[in-house]
């Protein structure tokens, strides 16, 4: 449809207040976002407008179940561990499946449809709630090998983590109103 | 078209997902269902976002999403304003 190349990608900051220029292989794109004036109070302010959208897009509309029952399956994989073999991935893949389930219920409900490969999370989130949970849901499963019962407290840590962390994120996150900017808004 | 605060907002909602649904949009930027339904015309006419009509529990639910050049517009719109705030620093 339209050729893009972003290595025509050019801006004009000359003047103060500042043009908001860009120019780039797409003309008619180009033409559309060209020539404006902004401030840097008020390009400040429009970049904080978009990451609250973006923060509100990744975790609002969550429901407290979701946060519980993944980190009720998350804990079952160190307990997984005590079981028999044949059982242990039974009970692994049965989680699995069920993890995977809710969370499609979960974006349906939502009404945000998320990409395969990427979602609305910034990767420090991702990592704050993904990677302490996995963490000591290895050491836990790993540490059977030293005390059987390892696993129990482990399954327990992992939950707490892993919900808790969740939960406070959606809230803190979903709390952000959706902030408004000094400008000459308009429909045109 | 996207410096205007509400379309500025409705792209950065747009752009991390595939889609998001008209009334779960609504929720997200707190506006009405007028003003969104103008804005996602504009852009839209704009070549900017699309629209498809899709069914969940037996109703008929609006997905708005954003196409390439969509993408690229709040892109390099985003990167001219990083440019000046860099600038006013």
Redesign the interface.
Known sequence: MFQVNWKNLEFFLDDDPTPLRFRHGNSRVADMETGGSISAAEASAALASVRGSRARVAWTGYPRWYWLTTGAGFAAMPLATLLPTWLGVVLIALVAVLVARSAVVVGRARGVCEHWNRAAMRWQEVTLLYVPAVVVMMAGSFGKEIAWWLPIPAAVIVFVLFAGTGLMLTRKRSALRPTTRPTTDSTR | ??????R???C??L???????F???I?????SKSALS??VS?LAD??YVTQRRGV?DTRQ?L?I?LT??GH??YR??????????G???
């Not at chain 2, 929720?27 to 506006?31: A, D, K, R, V």
């Open positions: 078209v996207i410096h205007a605060p509400v500025l907002r409705i950065a909602a752009e991390p997902v595939r889609e998001i649904e009334g779960a949009l929720n997200l930027l707190g506006i103008k804005h504009v704009a070549g969940r639910r997905w999403g390439d050049t690229t517009a390099g719109h985003v990167a001219a304003l990083h440019q000046i705030v600038r006013g620093k």
